[in-house]
T-cell receptor, first 116, second 110 residues
Framework: KAGVTQTPRYLIKTRGQQVTLSCSPI?????VSWYQQTPGQGLQFLFE???????NKGNFPGRFSGRQFSNSRSEMNVSTLELGDSALYLC???????????????FGPGTRLTVL | DAKTTQPPSMDCAEGRAANLPCNHS???????VYWYRQIHSQGPQYIIH?????ETNEMASLIITEDRKSSTLILPHATLRDTAVYYC???????????WGAGTKLIIKP
């Protein structure tokens, strides 16, 4: 079974630009979560999508947005990039059975975004 | 949501058991404890999780104290490939999201 794939793996942008990152979850997984990882802040939750609906959202500004398609693939978009947006962006897919069950997440390799 | 406290770093000799502690003194009764690890330049990898009973799988064992305020992840026979940052996480109740701490950098020495 193929793992979570993320594209592109590396990206360099300049301040003020926007960027779109893509994530393909493991086949059959309907939940996709996005995380930002920086040396200073560690891993921080951005948002989670389930069946094309944003189910949970972390504490990030509105410049960070996402969406999920009917095939469960997900994209996240960051507009008006700032230097502080330089980070590793990780996508994780999961297969939650019910609201009360655990949600083991499988992570992709991440997209390394550098903002100059 | 509960927070976790872990030592920033630990060493362990290859072939020995690595015991990684985690404090989660404010954990709620129905919050799970998860362990993930992140090897350099890779995405985090799920290891194990538990609620109140001790758990074991092919990778590790998880020992949770009776009061659930702390836990220990045990890698029974550490290898050099176990060198990674290990995260102890308590699953959030409100949003069911994973709340990550700083983790423990485990270095396995030959």
């Amino acid at each position: 079974k193929a793992g979570v794939t993320q594209t592109p793996r590396y990206l360099i942008k300049t301040r003020g630009q926007q960027v779109t990152l893509s994530c393909s979850p493991i086949s059959g997984h309907r939940s996709v979560s996005w995380y930002q990882q920086t040396p200073g802040q560690g891993l921080q939750f951005l948002f989670e999508y389930f069946s094309e609906t944003q189910r949970n959202k972390g504490n990030f500004p509105g410049r960070f947005s996402g969406r999920q398609f009917s095939n469960s693939r997900s994209e996240m978009n960051v507009s008006t990039l700032e230097l502080g947006d330089s980070a590793l962006y990780l996508c994780a897919s999961g297969h939650p059975n019910t609201r009360s069950s655990y949600n083991e997440q499988f992570f992709g390799p991440g997209t390394r975004l550098t903002v100059l | 949501d509960a927070k976790t406290t872990q030592p920033p770093s630990m060493d362990c000799a290859e072939g020995r058991a690595a015991n990684l502690p985690c404090n989660h003194s404010t954990i709620s009764g129905n919050e799970y404890v998860y362990w993930y690890r992140q090897i350099h330049s890779q995405g985090p990898q799920y290891i194990i999780h538990g609620l109140k009973n001790n758990e074991t799988n092919e990778m590790a064992s998880l020992i949770i104290t009776e009061d659930r305020k702390s836990s220990t992840l045990i890698l029974p026979h550490a290898t050099l490939r176990d060198t990674a940052v290990y995260y102890c996480i308590v699953r959030g109740l409100i949003n069911y999201q994973l709340i990550w701490g700083a983790g423990t950098k485990l270095i396995i020495k030959p």
